[in-house]
């Protein structure tokens, strides 16, 4: 079973007269990134959120964006003036530099981290256990909806690989009359560039199967096949994670076709090439998306 880099996930947790909102997107990526965005009372905890979600996500871009609501009584916010300073100070020069208007600085500044100061206190060992839970929610729906995504990929993998089995099958039954054509044209070409007297017919019948030999493609056709098989069975293991090893096999099935087109000098079997490096194409694309 596959499962897709790409999903979505939510879950809302109610912590005394609060409530936190997590809300989770993932993208395809070659190594785990997270883009973390949440309130300051969870800053305590960050270190924690960030290891949860990289150890049950794994690969992909993830956006994990925490929102809260209070119910109770307002809570005092002040505003951070060195942080503020930190962050103007930079942005009034590069708007200097670009001749823009700093008085429409101050709006964006106070979206930055840090720099309003909520005077609510941090969850109480309890509410950090119920967020928890909740945090585990969103990772499970988000999985479930891979998972999901991941089927579809799946089923359009196997139509690619039996696409290029079909095609293997068809260079198959190609190649024998391709070896005799192209025997035929090598005899033939000696016979017209050597006089008859001159041909020792024990060198010429060597030279012509060491050339057929060099252009035969039955390994890579053999080889073919096999990469095929394996790329079958590696997708129906339940391992997670092996995206990377789909790509793999995918490279060698790509060297196996470039072989096969290098060495056939046969048009028929040229255009099968060409249309197994099509599908192989639209495999590697899908494979980007798994785990």
């Known amino acids: 079973m596959l499962k897709s880099m790409t999903g979505f996930g939510r879950a809302s947790v109610s912590v005394g007269d609060k409530v936190l909102s997590i809300d989770l997107k993932s993208l395809n990526g070659k190594q785990f990134e997270l883009q973390l965005k949440m309130p300051g009372l969870l800053r305590p905890y960050e270190f924690e959120i960030r290891k949860c979600l990289a150890e049950n996500l794994g690969r ?16 005092p916010v002040s505003i951070n003036t060195q942080v503020a300073r930190s962050y103007y100070q930079p942005l009034a020069q590069l708007a200097d530099e670009l001749g823009l208007d700093k008085t429409q600085l101050l709006p964006s500044l106070l979206k930055l981290p840090d720099v309003i100061v909520s005077g609510s206190d941090g969850l109480s060992e309890t ?22 995504e991941g089927k579809a990929l799946e089923a359009d993998l196997m139509e690619r690989i039996n696409q290029i089995e079909n095609r293997q099958v068809e260079i198959t039954a ?40 060099k252009m035969d493609i039955t390994e890579e056709l053999v080889r073919l096949r096999n990469h095929c098989s394996y790329f079958r069975e590696q997708v129906a293991t339940a391992e997670e994670g092996k995206g990377k090893k789909l790509s793999f096999i995918l490279q060698e099935i790509g060297r196996e076709i470039n072989t096969t087109g290098s ?16 599908e192989l194409e639209k495999a590697k694309e899908q494979v980007l998306n798994i785990l």
């Open 60 to 75: 992909g871009t993830v956006d994990c964006q925490i929102s809260l609501k209070e119910s109770g009584p307002s809570i």
């Open 127 to 148: 509410e950090w256990e119920l967020f928890k839970k909740g945090l585990q929610e969103a990772i499970s729906a988000i999985n479930k909806h891979r998972k999901e």
């Open 263 to 278: 060495k056939a000098y046969d048009a028929g079997i040229q255009r099968l090439v060409v249309e197994m490096k099509d």
């Open 174 to 213: 190609l190649d024998p009359v391709r070896r005799e054509k192209l025997r035929n044209s090598m005899n033939k070409s000696m016979q017209e560039h050597l006089k008859e007297e001159a041909i020792d017919r024990n060198r010429m019948e060597q030279e012509l199967i060491y050339y057929i030999e």
